[in-house]
């Protein structure tokens, strides 16, 4: 399937195709003796996600755990669904995600003031999962993928107080969800994600220091795909977490409302992703998915409970 991409070391990266678009949103598959699914999608892109896993050998009984880096519905709107298609599935999340994914009613109300009847045609709906099937994860976890092989979790907040990033013993990947940002392959761009209501300057930056102590040989993006240069990228990441930061404490300090400090800091930072520079296609997958709007949100949201 053109979806699919091996990624090495039994590693496929799955294009979930989320709201019909390709290259925003992986999931990827760590094939063995106990298949693991990272990530589900949306809603929506279950069944593309099904499909690539049955191209893959990976039938209905045949998947062994599904992990997700946090309960977003971009990363784990699917949970439900893939639960239902593979039974035999484990769902694997922190703690602070678990109950959501059992009964989803509170989180898609929420989702719903923030999307309003864009909710459907991006995401669709968080079915609920069986609370027996759902495994919650403290501060650190691990995941057998069979054969000695493990997947070990990593609690790592700031940008969700649900985020943990995950680390495979074979291959040394780590599984960063949203906590490095948002990278677009096409240009290399980098930028961070920083929605309300959970961002947190000093929480986001302990954990990208963390990754960077985790000693990765390689980063998988779950928005999108995977990066060799680790520690310049986690560097890249903190950095871009700073600058954001910076310009929207000035606005706020300037006492700018949220429309005219979102037009500030996009103008001023504008300079900095060759995407959005050269008025590229893939500039629209960083509004899609760490857009202005919902980065300034959340660092004025932060900024009002630190500094009101
Ligand atoms: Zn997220």
Redesign the pocket.
Known sequence: MDNITALGGDVYEIDTRMAGYSGITAGYLILGDRPCLVETGTSTSAPVVRDALASLGVGPEDLATVVVT?I?L??AGGVGDIARFFPSAQVVVHEKGARHLADPARLMASARMVWGDRLDTLFGELSPTESERIVALGDTGAIDLGNGRTLSSHYSPG??KHHVGLVDSATGDLYV??AAGVYLPETGDLRP?T?PPDFDLQTALDSIALFGALGPRRLLFSHYGPVDAVQETLDRSAEELRVWVDLTRQAHSEGMDLDHAVAMVRDRTKERYTALKADDPTAEHFELLSGAPSNVAGILHWLDRVSP
């Open positions: 946090h977003h971009d990363h940008h969700a969800g949203d994600a929605p």
